[in-house]
């Protein structure tokens, strides 16, 4: 059983940043690959990025790649450093867990472990 925590959201003007973490509890956090997802209203749950159980792998939506780095430590915190933000990045998001093998994790369904979310705020 792994519980995530997410914090580090806010309200932002376009174009500054804000970093996002999300503190595992539990002594396996090197064994899961951790995502993170965004669900604005009205709309559905979006992938957002995704980094690998040893870091060395990382893959990213379009919509944030080259604006957002997604990482992580050694101890127990997954984090998204959001750079540039833009009124279009408003949503509540999310991290998430999973230590099985797929081919796409850009799959809400695919992660067995979530957060509770944090709303993040990009004003024009």
């Given at each position: 059983q792994?519980?995530?925590?997410?914090s580090g959201?806010g309200?932002?003007?376009?174009?500054?940043?804000?970093?996002?973490?999300?503190?595992?509890?539990?002594?396996?956090?090197?064994?899961?690959r951790m995502?993170?997802?965004r669900?604005?209203p009205?709309?559905?749950?979006?992938?957002?990025?995704?980094?690998?159980?040893?870091?060395?792998?990382?893959?990213?939506?379009?919509?944030?790649?080259g604006r957002?780095?997604?990482?992580?430590?050694?101890?127990?915190?997954?984090?998204l450093?959001?750079?540039?933000?833009?009124?279009?990045?408003?949503?509540?998001?999310?991290?998430?867990?999973?230590?099985?093998?797929?081919?796409?994790?850009?799959?809400?369904?695919?992660?067995e472990?979530?957060g509770?979310?944090?709303q993040?705020?990009?004003?024009?």
């Amino acid at each position: 059983q792994v519980q995530l925590v997410e914090s580090g959201g806010g309200l932002v003007q376009a174009g500054g940043s804000l970093r996002l973490s999300c503190a595992a509890s539990g002594r396996t956090f090197s064994s899961y690959r951790m995502g993170w997802f965004r669900q604005a209203p009205g709309k559905e749950r979006e992938f957002v990025a995704t980094i690998s159980q040893s870091g060395g792998s990382r893959d990213y939506a379009d919509s944030v790649k080259g604006r957002f780095t997604i990482s992580r430590d050694n101890a127990n915190t997954a984090y998204l450093q959001m750079n540039s933000l833009k009124p279009e990045d408003t949503a509540v998001y999310y991290c998430a867990a999973n230590r099985k093998y797929y081919s796409d994790y850009s799959r809400p369904g695919i992660y067995e472990y979530w957060g509770q979310g944090t709303q993040v705020t990009v004003s024009s």
